[in-house]
Antibody, heavy 121, light 108 residues
Framework: QVQLQESGPGLVKPSETLSLTCAVSDYSISRGYYWGWIRQPPGKGLEWIGSINHSGRTYYSPSLKSRVTISVDTSNNQLSLRLSSVTAADTAIYYC??????????????WGQGTLVTVSS | SSELTQDPTVSVALGQTVRITCQGDSLRSYYASWYQQKPGQAPVLVIYGENIRPSGIPDRFSGSSSGNTASLTITGAQAEDEADYYCNSRDSNDPHVLFGGGTKVTVL
């Protein structure tokens, strides 16, 4: 089964850009599939950030679209998340997940363990 | 955009049946999927599509849908089923994705 592992700085200053990487193993991104980023503020629910397919087609949450960039690096079999102009409200556990998208479904079947990012000066 | 609404908390006696609901306009057109999340862990997919369980998910978990409401039923709840449960679906304002606010299930 697909294995995913998020990595990146655990602390980001306000107004700066949050950058995370998700390493995918036991599956080649270039084969297909979609990949997603989801976050969860401490003690709160899940929030979809965006999804991307192996060829780079992206879907972003309307509330984050102006600040988010998701990309795939098929040569290194990983995906990336960049979130600009962060504030304390962006403090959350960030998850990457493999994603199945059909005409009637969009779900996340395998998840990384998540990485906590705190926005603070 | 649309939203998905879940009851914040539900309790069930050990061995009994509990139904967790998820309401939203998007569910008239799209299937819900369901995730179980235990404290300190990543969510785990338990139901997707019409009523499909990924490999390894016990058959006491089942899903159904009617109109604008999707349901996750746990038949014969076990102590290890105590967790937060989230639904998600595509948004009517395609191609976005929605999550419900989550339901905390307590097994008494």
């Amino acid at each position: 089964q697909v294995q995913l592992q998020e990595s990146g700085p655990g602390l980001v200053k306000p107004s700066e850009t949050l950058s995370l990487t998700c390493a995918v193993s036991d599956y080649s991104i270039s084969r297909g599939y979609y990949w997603g980023w989801i976050r969860q503020p401490p003690g709160k629910g899940l929030e979809w950030i965006g999804s991307i397919n192996h060829s780079g087609r992206t879907y972003y949450s309307p509330s984050l679209k102006s600040r988010v960039t998701i990309s795939v690096d098929t040569s290194n079999n990983q995906l990336s998340l960049r979130l600009s102009s962060v504030t304390a409200a962006d403090t959350a556990i960030y998850y990457c997940a493999s994603t199945t998208v059909t005409t009637i479904l969009h779900y996340f079947d395998y998840w990384g363990q998540g990485t906590l990012v705190t926005v603070s000066s | 955009s649309s939203e998905l609404t879940q009851d914040p908390t539900v309790s069930v006696a050990l061995g009994q049946t509990v139904r967790i609901t998820c309401q939203g306009d998007s569910l008239r057109s799209y299937y819900a999927s369901w995730y179980q999340q235990k404290p300190g862990q990543a969510p785990v997919l338990v139901i997707y599509g019409e009523n499909i369980r990924p490999s390894g998910i016990p058959d006491r978990f089942s899903g159904s849908s009617s109109g604008n409401t999707a349901s996750l039923t746990i038949t014969g709840a076990q102590a290890e089923d105590e967790a937060d449960y989230y639904c998600n679906s595509r948004d009517s304002n395609d191609p976005h994705v929605l999550f419900g606010g989550g339901t905390k299930v307590t097994v008494l």
